[in-house]
């Protein structure tokens, strides 16, 4: 009986279990030939906070002088990336150097200092003036320092290394001296598109005064004016009822005379 029970599929007593289900599929990243996820690139770029460019700034002001050494930067954007990233901020080097180039034009539209790393950014350029003119100014030192100076220009001359670290510091001078150029430049066209900005206000404060002037001066005349024509008017009206008044006597003096002689 329990045989027939257990054939039967529709009266199976002891059905068996369900297969196991299987796990959904891991969905991987797609990665391209390059190397780099995909997905993360379409996704935007999260914003700069406060923090993480203060410590940008900070890591770029101790790299400055390391910036300004070499003209192959790539290594040390990396290295600004890695540091980021043990303070627990992710950015790529293609990203520290994006962002570092945006400061900069920040802080040379600054005019009127309202850029919240302006201080920062500029003991950064002051530094590196400070570089480039203590590197000129500071000569002094010991014999035995001067000769073997001298021993690495001559070394440095045979090699023409003299002649790159002094255009390499010319150009440096160049750039910083366009920089201060060009913010005393945009400080100078703020100020006078105040100045411009402070006339026109007076100027149309000057022509709406003006216009307020002759309306209330227009205004006072249509009132003397009305006020004439009233009392005009007026003396008419009263020049009527007065010679109404005397026609109206005269006429009940004219009645009152025939009555009295009718009487009579």
Not at 89 to 97: H, L, V
Not at 191 to 204: D, G, I, Q, S, T
Not at 223 to 252: D, F, Q, Y
Request: aromatic share 8%; net charge neutral; proline share 5%.
């Amino acid at each position: 009986m329990e045989q027939y029970f257990n054939d039967n599929p529709y009266l199976n007593i002891n059905p068996a279990p369900p297969p196991p289900l299987s796990p959904p599929p891991l969905l991987l990243p797609q990665v391209g030939d390059d190397g780099r996820d995909k997905d993360r690139e379409r996704l935007p770029l999260p914003q700069w906070i406060h923090a993480e460019t203060a410590e940008f700034l900070a890591i770029r002001s101790e790299l400055d002088c390391r910036f300004m050494a070499t003209k192959r930067n790539k290594p040390l954007w990396e290295e600004m990336s890695n540091r980021l990233r043990c303070k627990g901020f992710f950015r790529t080097a293609e990203q520290c150097k994006s962002k570092w180039k945006n400061l900069v034009t920040r802080f040379k539209q600054d005019a009127n200092k309202q850029f919240p790393f302006h201080e920062e950014m500029r003991r950064i350029f002051s530094k590196r003036m400070e570089r480039v003119l203590s590197s000129d100014t500071n000569k002094e030192g010991n014999e035995e320092e001067e000769e073997e100076e001298e021993k690495m220009d001559e070394r440095s001359k045979r090699k023409g290394g003299v002649v790159k670290k002094k255009k390499k510091r010319k150009e440096l001078e160049e750039e910083v001296a366009v920089a201060l150029k060009e913010f005393v430049r945009r400080q100078a066209e703020r100020e006078a598109w105040w100045v411009e900005a402070a006339e026109a206000r007076e100027a149309e404060r000057r022509v709406k005064e003006e216009e307020w002037r002759s309306a209330m001066a227009a205004l006072s005349e249509e009132r003397v004016a009305m006020e004439r024509r009233w009392r005009e008017r007026e003396e008419e009206r009263r020049s009527r009822e007065e010679v109404r008044a005397e026609r109206r006597h005269a006429l009940i003096m004219s009645l009152l005379n025939k009555l009295a002689n009718e009487e009579a």
